[in-house]
């Protein structure tokens, strides 16, 4: 059997910035006034280490005017970073020249908050989001752009009182934060109720890293890898031009 990997809601950011398919978009936090006759470019921004409690409806809505909940106490996003755009940088979360100036800053952001080793995040519920100001925001000056992390939970997202992500440490990925799917093949917790697993994982780059090619690329490979209990794909992005394909198979 094979089964794709669904695209959520509030794409439009993420998939050209990280070929990264299921990236959420969000808009947090309320405008702040700023001083009389002083433009300040952070006016509305969270702040890194910030944490939010959103809905996975919310967090891929356009915008969000929701206050930062302190990190002990249940929330859904991590901030990991907030980039100051230039004057010349747009800020319209569809623009490939924004989208290209944060590729630098929140991939990097990412791989401090969690480590760096790209298959260990492909088989992983962890997933970025990309901050931009609301409308409010944009009139009163505001000119920055952030990124966070999420855990991926059967269509939402888990809510935590981790102050900070766990690190992907090991190449065996713990069941709160490893790749399973739910039955409507759904990313979601492996210490969640679920149907398959990750087994293995197929680097991708380029134009494999696609809806259409992935298919037949699982196809080929991952009963040759996992056997009789091969139960389909799950395709993640995790560099700009960088994918992972999940080889899935089912639990006993």
């Known amino acids: ?32 006034p700023s ?9 509305g921004a969270p702040a890194q280490g910030e944490c939010y409690d959103v809905t996975y409806a919310q967090a891929g809505g356009s915008s969000l005017d929701e206050d930062p909940v302190p990190c002990t106490q249940r929330h859904t996003v991590w901030v990991t970073d907030v980039v100051v755009l230039e004057g010349s940088d747009p800020i319209d979360p569809d623009s490939p020249a924004l989208q290209a100036r944060l590729t630098a800053a929140c991939y990097d952001a990412r791989d401090a908050a969690i480590g760096a080793d790209l298959t260990r995040y492909g088989r992983s519920v962890y997933q970025m989001v990309f901050f931009t100001p609301t409308q409010a925001q944009r ?22 009182t981790r102050a900070t992500p766990a690190r992907l440490s090991s190449d065996r990925v713990p069941a709160a934060l490893a790749l399973c799917v739910d039955k409507r093949f759904r990313a979601t917790p492996c210490a969640q109720r679920h149907i398959a697993r990750s087994k293995v994982g197929i680097p991708l780059k380029g134009a494999d890293v696609d809806l259409d090619r992935a298919p037949k690329i699982a196809e080929r490979k991952c009963p040759r890898k996992v056997g009789r209990a091969y139960a389909g794909w799950y395709l993640r992005g995790t560099d700009p031009g960088r994918g992972l394909l999940n080889c899935m198979v089912r639990d006993r």
Request: glycine fraction near 12%.
């Open 1 to 32: 059997m094979s089964s794709s990997s669904p695209r959520p809601p509030g794409t439009r950011l993420g998939l050209a910035l990280a070929v990264a398919l299921g990236v959420l978009t969000a808009l947090l936090a309320p405008a702040a």
């Open 35 to 43: 001083s009389a006759g002083v433009v300040d470019p952070l006016v």
């Open 139 to 160: 009139d009163a000056g505001a000119r920055w752009a952030s990124c966070g992390l999420v855990l991926l939970q059967a269509g939402g997202l888990v809510t935590t």
